[in-house]
């Protein structure tokens, strides 16, 4: 993935009304306080858990992304440890109350096993009894919710085109995402293609207990009610 010109429109085109529903969720299923957060992306949550009280440690694959959360840390007079890394090789960075993984970044691993290697990672970072919180794309937003989506918005300093189309592997889809930016008096054209790719309820679950999980918990959309077969975001809790 090549986030360097997605960084910098990531919060104009992110709906930032997510993360106080992520931030909300956290709370309402995390005991303790100090945390890992994946793929944090540009600080936005990391950010919201540091005002809360929580000790946050954010890791993410793009040093552009990580760059902006940092300088939105210190304009919230906030500290937090960010770190670049991928959570497929998660180092033993501490011992967390928890660990989290939103905006259906887990979905951007290539297969099962990179699923598992990031699962049995984050399994080695938590203290016994920690918990997993993560959310991904549910099938039926793969093959329904992204079927024939389009999206296009501009400023007067850039435009944004994204379409999505079936993928090539089972439960896949493809972002292809259009960048014209301003620099000087003429805008620059960037062309990005994201990948991502969802798995079954019971392949997640599988997966999980395999990494050592248990007492797996699974809900819909933000909500603390069990998915429906119409759910878009399905949410994961899992223990330590």
Excluded at 26 to 38: S, V, Y
Excluded at 103 to 114: F, I, V
Excluded at 125 to 130: A, D, E, F, H, R
Aim: aromatic letters at 16%; a negative charge.
């Amino acid at each position: 993935m090549n986030y360097e010109t997605f960084a910098e429109v990531y919060d104009t085109i992110m709906d930032n009304t997510l993360y106080n529903e992520w931030l909300s969720f956290t709370k309402r299923h995390l005991t303790g306080n100090n945390i890992l957060e994946l793929a944090c992306g540009t600080g936005d949550l990391a950010v919201f858990l540091a005002k809360e009280g929580f000790t946050v440690t954010g890791l993410d694959l793009s040093e552009e992304m990580l760059s902006v959360a940092d300088q939105k840390a210190f304009d919230n007079k906030v500290e937090i440890a960010f770190l670049q890394g991928d959570m497929r090789e998660l180092p033993e960075i501490n011992a967390f109350d928890g660990v989290t993984c939103y905006s259906d970044s887990l979905c951007y691993l290539k297969s099962e096993e990179e699923v598992l290697q990031a699962f049995k990672g984050v399994y080695s970072n938590l203290k016994v009894g920690g918990h997993f919180l993560f959310d991904v794309h549910s099938p039926y937003q793969i093959t329904e919710g992204f079927l024939d989506y389009s999206f296009h918005d501009q400023t007067e300093n850039f435009a944004f085109l994204w379409d999505s189309y079936p993928g090539e592997t089972p439960l896949s889809v493809s972002h292809y995402l259009t960048f014209f930016i301003k620099e000087g008096e003429s805008f620059q054209r960037y062309d990005e293609l994201h990948e991502e790719r969802t798995y079954d309820l019971a392949t997640f679950k599988k997966l999980l207990k395999e990494a050592g999980f248990k007492n797996l918990q699974v809900f819909g959309d933000f909500t603390d009610e069990a998915p429906t077969d119409k759910t878009r975001r399905l949410f994961f809790k899992g223990e330590k």
